[in-house]
């Protein structure tokens, strides 16, 4: 096994890095004044202006996929990202996730990058014409209306959400929920997941459609909290659909296939959410050693207790245990798909959130009130990165995949165990 990354890796990291440190840590104080001032629901003018830096920099829609062997790409397509493959991306990612709000100045916030790929492999030329390309610009934002709140959407063969032809009209009907990123006023396009038809198999009845936000019988019903904080400008909203008609045009590869298509979106998307949560694990790891090597109790620095040199070295090995299980399940993907990786990738979506709360509590505990209060960022931190242990599937189902595989390995009961006689 060969751990040194390349040139090519190397080079995208550092560059990312380099910038957040020299052009985006710099405003980090003009961020926090803008996002604080007036309606919390707006675009910010810090970010706006550092994304024409990035992109000259040629750090724009870095995670866009390569085109090469993907069959539903369209070559001829103009706008083409950075094209780095998963692994090269996950680098970046993690850089990312040591500043949250960074992410957007190169263009690859959530959930904008998942909707990107998917019109990317799965749309047509006018559908990328009419959505794709302003969203690849940075001009407008999209969500993802997936989740509902009557049904445990973690199985999603459950959503009960209507997408009904009528003649050259879909009409949508239901009610979603944590549905991020309608709290922007740039948002324009949902991609919505919903019943194509009622009685089609389990897994073949279900598609996913384009819809403008601004379509008639589409309504914010509310903006939900996250343990307190509403995640402005972007935000997660309750949204209900009534009577919504799209063209039949905007139907995603067609009738039935919405879970070969969330498949093919959310493998990449965990993996994003998964290193940039290992950037946030590093920041609290970081704060957590200031504080310790930098306060006195009973006579000596806290960190000379050994206590904390049991916690930091706990989280020290778990961030490195962690990211080589990420970087794995990415190349992975890169060299044999998702499909393959899928045990990988469910392993990291447990592994990365749980890591990094541990952590986050620990680098709490060492702020004492402080740690609580709005004077750091680790009470933030961690309000959002608990909500990833049940973001793009639960804890317990992606678990419950990797347990079916271990089971598949010793299904032959008349083989003797290890050890028996």
């Known amino acids: 096994m060969d751990f040194e990354l390349s040139d090519r890796q190397r080079a995208f990291r550092d560059r990312v890095r380099d910038f957040i440190e020299s052009e985006i840590r710099p405003r980090t104080d003009d961020y926090r004044a803008q996002h604080d001032e007036g309606d919390p629901w707006k675009v910010i003018p810090v970010v706006e202006e550092l994304k024409p830096k990035a992109r000259e920099a040629g750090l724009w829609n870095l995670f866009m996929p390569p085109r090469a062997g993907r069959a539903h790409v369209d070559d001829s397509f103009e706008f083409q990202g950075e094209q780095l493959t998963n692994l090269e991306y996950a680098l970046c990612a993690e850089e ?142 309750e949204v209900v659909l009534e009577n919504v008609r ?91 798909g998702n499909k393959a990786a899928k045990s990988e990738i469910a392993m990291i979506k447990v592994q990365a959130p749980t890591m990094a709360l541990q952590i986050i509590d620990d680098a709490i505990q060492a702020y004492g009130g402080a740690g609580v209060s709005q004077d750091t960022v680790l009470a933030h931190m961690w309000a959002s990165i608990r909500t990833l242990r049940f973001a793009d599937g639960p804890d317990e189902v992606h678990c419950r995949a990797i347990a079916r595989e271990e089971f598949g390995k010793y299904a032959d009961l008349k083989q003797k165990l290890p050890g028996m006689r």
């Open 96 to 237: 990312m996730g040591r500043l949250p709000w960074s992410s957007e100045v190169f263009n690859c916030s959530a959930p904008d990058t998942g909707n990107m790929e998917v019109l990317h492999r799965y749309g047509t030329r006018e559908q990328k014409d009419r959505w794709l390309a302003p969203l690849m610009e940075g001009k407008i934002r999209s969500a993802f209306l997936m989740t509902e709140p009557a049904v445990a959407s973690s199985d999603a063969t459950n959503i009960e959400c209507s997408i009904i032809r009528d003649g050259d009209d879909y009409v949508i009907n239901g009610r979603k929920w944590w549905s991020s990123g309608v709290g922007d006023p740039r948002c324009e396009l949902a991609i919505v997941m919903g019943k194509s038809d009622p009685d089609g198999s389990r897994h073949g009845s279900q598609s996913m459609i384009l819809m403008r936000m601004d379509a008639p019988g589409v309504t914010i019903e509310r903006m939900l909290s996250v343990f307190g904080y509403d995640h402005a400008p972007h935000g997660h909203g």
């Open 246 to 336: 799209v063209p039949a045009t905007n139907m995603l590869l067609g009738e039935g296939r919405g879970f070969e298509i969330a498949q093919g979106r959310l493998g990449p998307g965990r993996i994003h959410h998964c290193m940039r949560t290992i950037g946030a694990a590093e920041v609290a790891l970081e704060m957590m050693c200031r504080r310790l090597t930098g306060r006195v109790a009973f006579g000596k620095r806290i960190s000379d207790h050994s206590v904390w040199e049991q916690r930091v070295a706990r989280a020290r090995i778990d961030i490195e245990m962690s990211r080589l299980l990420c970087l794995k399940a990415a190349d992975m993907m890169d060299r044999a």
